[in-house]
């Protein structure tokens, strides 16, 4: 797949592409804050009503790489089209459930938005890789990776200003909204980015697509049940043990139907590339690295002996320097190249999560907890989405450019799929500060071993 793109349209290219990035990437916080109304309001406990999160983070997860696969088959400029609408219907189903049907009707347009944001996210960054010419193509990755940052950080704030701003009863609203930005950003779509990619023909790997997607399913499924503390007993269990099995057995026929595939879904030469493979590995570590900011607000609050519910305040230290982390650090990967550029973020990260767990958590203040939360988000963005996708399209040729990133982008999402156990086990199994000194330790280690898994990485020639 050949990309030509004239000089006047990157700027309208970056754009819209970060537009989708932002909608998709607001979508996934936006609920979290607003769960426990929505339950509430459809009469559920905790265990029923933490679905609304979960099946939009499985369904993504399994439904990313078979979309970067048909963007790479279809032209992804026409799936980034298409998934725009996708998401847009997800959305409106989700608050047409509180009228019609109620929460089983929540869920299933929860799992098509899933489908909506796992075309979006990846063909953008794919797009912006692969459209910018070499020298500026960091600073773009860099640019987007700070758009999928800042939406990540403000889904949960935007998520409560709707519904503060409506009323709890009116929750629906925060769905509703994506309408006509969906269309505003559709209309967008199909004005600038005509003929930007050229499809491939060929029959879609359909068998393979099915099997792929049942077995990420299963596997995800199977990981969130594991207790890390209390492995032996846990994996047993049939919520646990019955999805894992199915997903080993199910990854044994995928394999058989993928070497028979005249164009298997997912590329099994993937794996024989140590690049790709090392920056698998370097994913994932960051997926787990990622998802320890969801920890930050209840360590903040433990520390400071501050009131439930105020620890987010101290998020935005970490949002503020991992937006600024981004661009910087795309910038540095266009004239150093993406392995300097993510051991830095990432031996930045060593430091300061050393720094909390050893300085601040003994010695607690406002200052020192802003500043080694601070030099936590620089190291994020540095660290987060423009190295890793650099490394994956300097490995890959343009054609199978999506789905190299969906397929990293699926095993990131693994790694936020177990990382919460393990750190979670650390603060319930060591009452007070020592809990959470161990879990901070725990993502220290993390990237150390991230760092020595980017060491081994060196492009192919």
Known sequence: MKVQVKETNYKALLIIYCLGLLIGGLFVGMVAPVRTVIQTDFGLDDSTGIWMINIYTLFYAALIPIIGKLADKFGRNRIFSVCILIFMTGAIICALSSYVI??????????????????????????????F???????ALGIA???????NVLGSGVGSLIVDLVGADNWNVMFFVAAPICIFLFILSKVFLKSNTTAESGKMDFAGSVLFIVQVLMLLLGLKGLDFFNLKESIVQPNVLIPLVLAVVLM????????RAGDPVFHIEFLHSRPIVVTMVVSFFIGCIIIAMMLVPEYAEYIMDA???????????IGITSMIGPPL??????????????????????ISYSFLAFYVSTSPSA????????LVGLGLGFAMGSPTNYMILENTSPKDS???IASVALVRQIGTTIAPAIFVGFTTNNSGVVGYQQMLTCIAVFCVLAIIVTLFYSPKS
């Open 329 to 350: 650090g795309g910038k540095l990967v266009d004239k150093y190249g993406p392995k300097i550029v993510l051991v830095s973020g990432l031996l930045l990260m060593v």
């Open 145 to 151: 990776a700070a758009v999928s940052g800042i939406s």
């Open 252 to 259: 044994g026929v995928f394999l058989l139907v993928e070497k």
């Open 307 to 317: 009131p439930e519910g105020s620890g987010g305040y101290y998020m935005l230290a």
């Open 367 to 374: 200052i020192s907890l802003i500043i080694g939360l601070a």
């Open 102 to 131: 109620g929460f089983p009707l929540l869920l299933v347009g929860r799992v098509i938005q899933a489908c909506g944001a796992g075309g979006m996210i990846p063909v953008a960054n794919a797009e912006i890789g692969t459209s």
């Open 133 to 139: 010419p070499k020298e500026k193509r960091g600073l």
């Open 402 to 404: 999506t789905s190299a």
